[in-house]
């Protein structure tokens, strides 16, 4: 009930004001949500090859994200304590700590500081997107790679008869065959891959609108790879130092776990790395944990994109 004599104001809604609150980026939000939900999400649709032949034609990317004119782009990647592989801050100029702390020990010059240092040296991966040939529909796919095809494809420029396989009027298919690798790790096979380029150059596609719609498709990589805070990383970097065990990295962390050397250097050092406490009883070592199962409902893109860095 309204009481008596009491004025009431009823703000005017015009259409200005309507306007100015629906400006907002649709698309932004989109994003901002599919974050939130699922965390590990992105555009980024990553190529994943079987024991098989394929020909694919690569695509240049964006100009401005490769480095020093490099026709692709690179990324570094973490291994240590419960992180699968995490970008490391430095290659974007943030402050990095772990890059700091590794620096330091190779400074140090002594054996067992450069042990521990080869332990946080991070790892590169590059990236090219492609289109598979005999798979068009499904559109723009990125292809991870290690060194050894990184250095097989930058041959391609050097060698006068190939030159720029990624020119869309005049550049190369590639015949890459994958085979079953003797190499092992945890169980897992991996592929090796022999590239070479075709026999004559040609067009990317015959329609120039496919070819632009192609072009538009490439993603943004860094979609893929969110950036942890300097805090975030300091608190991976604690942990591993002080002997954390649980690990989805069986590989990295049988490396540093019962390593009672590396174990000894680590005590040095964490002390400068991780905030001041109490001291307490050392506790009891813990078995190293199993790695932990994919969640139902299969990997995401960025779980299979690290997957994918112990590859080739």
């Given at each position: 009930m309204l009481s008596k004599g009491r004025a009431f104001f009823i703000p005017v809604v015009t259409q200005e004001k309507v306007n100015r609150k629906m400006a907002i980026d649709i698309e932004a939000i989109r994003k901002k949500f599919q974050q939130l939900t699922t965390g590990r999400q992105s555009n980024v649709q990553l190529w994943k090859p079987v024991a098989s032949e394929y020909k694919v034609r690569g695509l240049p990317w964006p100009n401005g994200l490769t480095p020093e004119g490099s026709p692709f782009i690179e990324r570094w990647f973490y291994y240590i304590g419960q992180e699968r592989g995490f970008v490391a801050p430095f290659q974007f100029g943030k402050p990095d700590p772990i890059h700091e702390l590794k620096n330091k020990l190779y400074a140090s010059g002594k054996a067992d500081d450069k042990i521990l240092a080869k332990n946080l040296q991070p790892k590169m991966r590059a990236y090219m997107?492609?289109?598979?040939?005999?798979?068009?529909?499904?559109?723009v796919q990125v292809y991870s790679f290690s060194n050894n095809v990184y250095k097989r494809l930058l041959s391609f420029w050097l060698d006068e008869e190939v030159g720029d396989i990624l020119d869309t009027n005049s550049g190369y298919d590639l015949k890459i065959v994958f085979s079953a690798s003797a190499k092992q790790v945890d169980g897992r096979s991996f592929l090796d891959a022999t590239i070479d380029p075709a026999r004559k150059p040609s067009p990317l596609h015959a329609d120039t609108e496919i070819v632009k719609k192609w072009i538009a498709g490439v993603p943004n990589l860094d979609d893929m790879f969110?950036?942890?805070?300097?805090?975030?990383v300091e608190t991976i970097l604690n942990n591993w130092l002080n002997g954390d065990s649980s690990t989805e990295n069986s590989k990295e962390e049988t490396n540093r776990g019962g390593n009672s050397e590396l174990d000894k250097i680590a005590e040095d050092v964490k002390a400068e790395t991780k905030p001041a406490k109490a001291k307490t009883t050392k506790k009891e070592e813990k078995p190293v944990a199993e790695a932990k199962q994919p969640a139902k409902g299969g990997k995401s893109a960025l779980d299979e994109a690290f997957d994918d860095l112990t590859n080739d």
């Open positions: 997107p492609l289109i598979v040939r005999g798979e068009e529909d499904k559109g969110p950036l942890k805070s300097k805090q975030e």
